[in-house]
């Protein structure tokens, strides 16, 4: 009998380790470590071959900066699947253009410069659209939402590769952080920007891949780029708390 009890007690310890072991794996991971790049690669193509190009992305007092020229992208090293990706920035000087990409795979693959992705837009004004860079995806209403004949959808540089968000006005003036949550499982890609649901996909072509960001020519800042590993995707009205807390402290930091 006491064998029996040791062996369900040694089950139980184990139970409780890897219940234990779970539930840190599923803590937030900081990608961006407020010092330097580690983790991380540049793909400028203004930089091949010419060393006197200048750096389109720094570090300065703690934030992650993309300087928006030369063109291109920070990459990282890992690749990545199933999780919530949780992105804080704001466009410092004037309003601009920048993207988070997921799922990032082939380099180079679009037009000499993009990687093959889902690009979740941050453009201003425009925050929270799909653009496909030779992967795909799907959304609910599509007809209303991107251009074109069902044919012309795609990723390739003749498709009509953009999807519009759900909704207006999500963004925050020029100068004030916004915050930015994607969250990608399996084929779907749900995104929120301050709180409201801005696109869902489904159907992706992609299910795993690196995360890049984005120099097209504007300055922008990242205080947050943290990953939790998720199995599900929170429901669309889950995201409704996730807004920026001015002067609080950046989650996963």
Not at 15 to 31: F, V
Not at 200 to 211: S, W
């Amino acid at each position: 009998m006491k064998t029996g009890w040791v062996w369900m007690g040694a089950m139980v310890g184990a139970m409780l380790c890897g219940a234990s072991a779970s539930a840190q794996e599923a803590e937030a991971r900081p990608l961006f470590n407020g010092e330097d790049l580690a983790g991380w690669h540049a793909d400028v193509p203004a930089a091949d071959g010419n060393p006197d190009a200048g750096p389109s992305f720094v570090v300065r007092e703690g934030m992650l900066v993309s300087l928006g020229d030369p063109p291109g992208h920070l990459i990282t090293d890992e690749e990545f699947e199933n999780y919530r990706l949780d992105v804080e920035y704001r466009f410092a000087g004037e309003a601009g253009n920048c993207g988070v990409l997921v799922h990032a795979s082939k380099p180079r693959a679009l037009y000499e410069m993009f990687p093959a992705s889902i690009e979740v837009q941050m453009h201003s004004g425009n925050a929270g659209d799909f653009w496909c860079i030779g992967e795909d995806i799907a959304v609910e209403g599509m007809a209303d939402r991107r251009a074109g004949e069902p044919e012309t959808w795609g990723g390739g540089p003749d498709d009509s590769r953009r999807i519009l968000n759900m909704t207006d006005g999500s963004e925050r003036p020029v100068g004030e952080w916004n915050r930015m949550v994607i969250e990608a499982v399996g084929d779907r890609v749900r995104v929120w920007v301050n709180g409201e649901l801005m696109n869902d996909g489904f159907d992706c072509t992609a299910e795993r891949g690196r995360i890049a960001i984005q120099a097209e020519g504007s300055e922008v800042e990242f205080r947050t780029l943290a990953l939790t590993p998720i199995e599900g995707l929170t429901d669309p009205e889950g995201g409704a708390g996730w807004v920026v807390e001015e002067g609080g402290e950046a989650p996963g930091g």
